[in-house]
Each structure stands twice: as C-alpha cells, then as structure tokens.
C-alpha cells in the first residue's frame, strides 16, 4: 500500500514563502512522476506543478511560475513543493500525488493534503 502524507503548511503573510514536503512509502518512488494539486473552498482542485522520475523535467501551472518550485529528493522518497512570494489566491489545501505509470497525467495515489493559509 503507496502512503502519501504532507506536511509543511501553515499561516504565512502575502509575501512569504513556504515549504511543503510530502514524504511518500514505497520502494518504487524513484520510478514515478509525482505532481501537487491544491483546492481552495468552494472551488475545484486545481494542478499546481508536476516532477518526472528523476526531477529533470518539471511543469507548473501558470499562476504559479516563478514563484514555486518543484523539486524531489529520490534517496528519501521525498518530493517539494518551494513557495514563494505567496499570495492570498495561494490559500488552499495542497496534496501531493503520484503519476500513474499506466495513464500518463493521472494520478492514482492521493495524500490528506496540507493547509496553507496566506493573509493580505
């Protein structure tokens, strides 16, 4: 069983900057994309930022580039989520995913999610 779980959330200033982390069991990590998705109340989950394999090929949304990073850490079956310049559109609670390796785009392994909360 593929456990996801976040952790990094909080309340922060428009401005700020944030580090979420998603710490992911399994031997396998290191053969799958893992991507981050966020959902605000009252709105749809929206995608944030997806990471291949080996970290060398990333994809953001556009509210969200050039002010986020993606990054994952293989030998610790971690993967990032680096905030910055955080806004108060940012406020939603963010999952972690992984890819799955039949459907490309779809996810198939879903974290609780980890709230973040920006205030203007």
């Known amino acids: 069983q593929v456990q996801l779980v976040e952790s990094g959330g909080g309340l922060v200033q428009a401005g700020g900057s944030l580090r979420l982390s998603c710490a992911v069991s399994g031997r396998t990590f290191s053969s799958y994309a893992m991507g981050w998705f966020r959902q605000a109340p009252g709105k749809e989950r929206e995608f944030v930022a997806r990471i291949n394999w080996s970290g060398g090929s990333t994809r953001y949304a556009d509210s969200v580039k050039g002010r986020f990073t993606i990054s994952r850490d293989n030998a610790k079956n971690r993967v990032y989520l680096q905030m910055n310049s955080l806004k108060p559109e940012d406020t939603a609670v963010y999952h972690c995913?992984?890819?799955?390796?039949?459907?490309?785009?779809?996810?198939?392994?879903w974290g609780q999610g980890t709230q973040v909360t920006v205030s203007s």
């Open positions: 995913a992984r890819e799955s390796q039949l459907s490309p785009y779809e996810y198939d392994y």
